[in-house]
């Protein structure tokens, strides 16, 4: 029988079982757009886990006392045959909340990046403090996976993150990255479009 | 020259054609998967963009000889490239390594209008209002509606199948939600 889990219950049970494989995180997606700048609604927890191999059954135990099932099996999988940046997906038995879990891997300096410039953000109840992505790479990660998926919504995150954080963002740590992913074009259509849009004469 | 014979095909034959080669030659498509991975995605290290091209086509398409293998495909996609007047280059710095087309035209028409109409869905009005509230009280609204929204969802198919039940309901909104095959 599902059980009533609300979203944010649901994100709390996840970062406990991150918490106790003492395991460095930051949450991504809908939750850390909602930190930084609007309210949506989102169907799933996005979440990036720099899991030590040694904790790997650990982390897998934690999940699945919570009724979250991802096979320790499966978890080493994604390190020894790393399949670039899918997520391993797990949804809660009884209510059917889903978390998509980002490992660190060799070879991913965005993501080291991204981890080192983690913000500490207290998010409310039940949650607390929780550590988030940087504004700047949550735009990083969006121009990304639009460029790849072109979903609209990606764009749409980006834009309420440009206009909410807008003159407060790293600027050089952004326009480093952008070139060096190779995605200049769509950074700066998207900043040439906001200032079309939103530049309001003094 | 036979490629004069072929210029008056229309471009969408030749994708059919370039379909057909590749569903019956595994280099094909191993080649075409590279191409189309770097156009969208630059700064792939090597490891990365292998395991890209894996995770497409599956474990072990780079034959017996992985590294000779994506060598020859790095090697005969640069060619290529360079004849579109493109270069496929390779950042060697520790910061952000990895490969990148050089003079990748920029963004298409259509992919411009997707945009502006992404971004004009953010009413600064609104955007405004968001501003003056706290973080937890933003993730607070974004999650209530999306706990409402899946209500709803499962209501609105009972309503439509009143024989199924609250459990089958919630199963039957979840399968549509995270698009799972029967």
Same mark, same amino acid.
């Given at each position: 029988?599902? +059980?009533?889990?609300?979203?944010? %219950? ?7 079982a991150v918490?106790?494989t003492?395991s ?5 997606? #809908? ?7 609007? #309210?949506?609604? &989102?169907?799933?927890? %996005?979440?990036?886990v720099?899991l030590?191999?040694?904790r790997i059954q650990d982390f897998s135990k934690e999940l ?6 991802i096979?320790a099996?499966?978890i080493?999988?994604?390190? &020894? ?7 391993? !997906? ?14 660190? +891997?060799?070879? %991913? ?6 981890? &080192? ?16 992505? !940087? ?11 639009? #460029?790849?998926?072109? +979903? ?17 963002? %790293?600027? !050089?740590?952004?326009? !480093? ?26 | ?9 229309? /471009? ?13 030659? $595994?280099? *094909? ?8 991975? $770097? ?40 060619? *290529? ?11 060697? /710095? ?24 992404? $971004? ?13 509230? /706290? ?8 999650? /209530?509606?999306?706990?409402? $929204? ?22 039957? *909104? ?5 698009? *799972?095959?029967?």
């Amino acid at each position: 029988m599902p +059980q009533v889990l609300s979203l944010l %219950d649901f994100a709390r049970l996840v970062l406990d079982a991150v918490e106790a494989t003492e395991s460095e995180y930051m949450l991504g997606g #809908a939750l850390a757009v909602m930190a930084y700048a609007e #309210a949506r609604a &989102t169907q799933d927890v %996005d979440i990036v886990v720099n899991l030590p191999l040694d904790r790997i059954q650990d982390f897998s135990k934690e999940l699945e006392k919570r009724e979250v099932l991802i096979p320790a099996s499966l978890i080493l999988e994604r390190f &020894t045959q790393p399949q670039g940046d899918i997520p391993l !997906s797990g949804i809660h038995l009884h209510s059917g909340q889903r978390v998509d879990i980002f490992l660190l +891997q060799k070879g %991913d300096p965005l993501r080291v990046s991204a981890l &080192t410039r983690k913000k500490l953000i207290d998010l409310g109840l039940p949650l607390g403090l929780v550590y988030v992505h !940087s504004p700047e790479d949550l735009i990083l990660y969006k121009l990304r996976y639009f #460029a790849i998926s072109e +979903q609209d919504k990606h764009v749409r995150d980006i834009a309420a993150l440009i206009y909410a954080q807008r003159g407060k963002l %790293d600027e !050089s740590y952004l326009n !480093s990255w952008v070139r060096s992913l190779g995605l200049e074009a769509y950074w700066q259509q998207l900043q040439t479009e906001a200032a079309r849009r939103w530049h309001r004469p003094e | 020259m036979f490629s004069s014979a072929l210029q008056h095909l229309p /471009t969408h034959i030749w994708q059919h054609f370039l379909f057909a080669m590749a569903a019956q030659n $595994l280099l *094909v498509q191993r080649r075409l998967s590279i191409l189309g991975i $770097l156009w969208n995605e630059s700064g792939l290290t090597k490891p990365a963009l292998q395991a890209r091209v894996e995770a497409l086509l599956g474990p072990g398409c780079f034959g017996k000889q992985p590294t000779l293998a994506f060598a020859r495909d790095i090697r005969f996609l640069r060619q *290529v490239l360079l004849t579109a007047g493109l270069h496929l280059k390779y950042h060697r /710095t520790r910061e952000h390594p990895g490969y990148w087309i050089a003079g990748r035209p920029a963004l298409e028409r259509s992919l411009k209008q997707k945009m502006s109409a992404a $971004l004009s869905e953010v009413s600064p009005e609104q955007a405004d209002i968001f501003a003056r509230l /706290t973080p937890a009280e933003r993730v607070w609204q974004g999650a /209530t509606l999306s706990d409402q $929204l899946r209500s709803q969802a499962v209501r609105r198919l009972q309503q439509e199948q009143p024989n199924l039940g609250e459990a089958e309901a919630h199963r039957e *909104v979840l399968r549509r939600m995270y698009r *799972v095959e029967r």
